[in-house]
T-cell receptor, first 111, second 114 residues
């Protein structure tokens, strides 16, 4: 158990509303990542963080922002949700052996 | 840029038969390679990883994978399929340094027939 939790686990929202997803780790790892999973695409990187207040964009970052004010928390925000952002979102941490461990996921539906 | 191709979005085998899931990668230098498994409504679990120490990598649940540089492949095998192996499998590649962002293949759904 890599000590990663995500909240909420499920969310239904309407187009145009802001949404924030939270990833929490208990093991003080430096690197954290947000991916989205869509059928036929596997997982794609949205943003990642390499320390408090240090973040960078991934492959599919448009429409998303992130923040990391504490080592243990990495927040993903959809400023104005769109139907194309309906997806399953996974947070991951990277341990000292360069292995990434994934949280349980958040299923987001944008109507 | 790195990329991963998994051949076959759906593979079906009989219980007790050989499991072979194919993965080919594209990278300018030998990368790290990973196989993950995802059971329904769960997150991803690391099965095994290649980090240049040995070309044949053994993982959990009886799975193994062989790194073949000449073929740019990292196929996943298991000698005898079990019903509990039914899941979706993802191959991924990452750079050796820096952020080590994972680039995933599209996944292969494995079905086990009784």
């Amino acid at each position: 158990d890599a000590g990663i939790t995500q909240s909420p686990r499920h969310k239904v929202t309407e187009t145009g509303t802001p949404v924030t997803l939270r990833c929490h780790q208990t093991e003080n790892h430096r690197y954290m990542y947000w991916y989205r999973q869509d059928p036929g695409h596997g997982l794609r990187l949205i943003h990642y963080s390499y320390g408090v207040k240090d973040t960078d964009k991934g492959e599919v970052s448009d429409g998303y922002s992130v923040s990391r004010s504490k080592t243990e928390d990495f927040l993903l925000t959809l400023e104005s949700a769109t139907s194309s952002q309906t997806s399953v979102y996974f947070c991951a941490i990277r341990d000292a052996y360069n292995e990434q461990f994934f949280g349980p996921g958040t299923r987001l539906t944008v109507l | 840029a790195q990329s991963v191709t998994q051949l076959g979005s759906h593979v079906s085998v009989s219980e007790g038969a050989l499991v072979l899931l194919r993965c080919n990668y594209s990278s300018s230098v030998p990368p790290y390679l990973f196989w993950y498994v995802q059971y329904p409504n769960q997150g991803l679990q690391l099965l095994l990883k290649y980090t240049s120490a040995a070309t044949l990598v053994k993982g959990i649940n009886g799975f193994e994978a062989e790194f073949k540089k000449s073929e740019t492949s990292f196929h996943l095998t298991k000698p005898s399929a079990h019903m509990s192996d039914a899941a979706e499998y993802f191959c991924a590649v990452s750079e050796l340094q820096g952020a080590q962002k994972l680039v995933f293949g599209q996944g292969t759904r494995l079905t086990i027939n009784p």
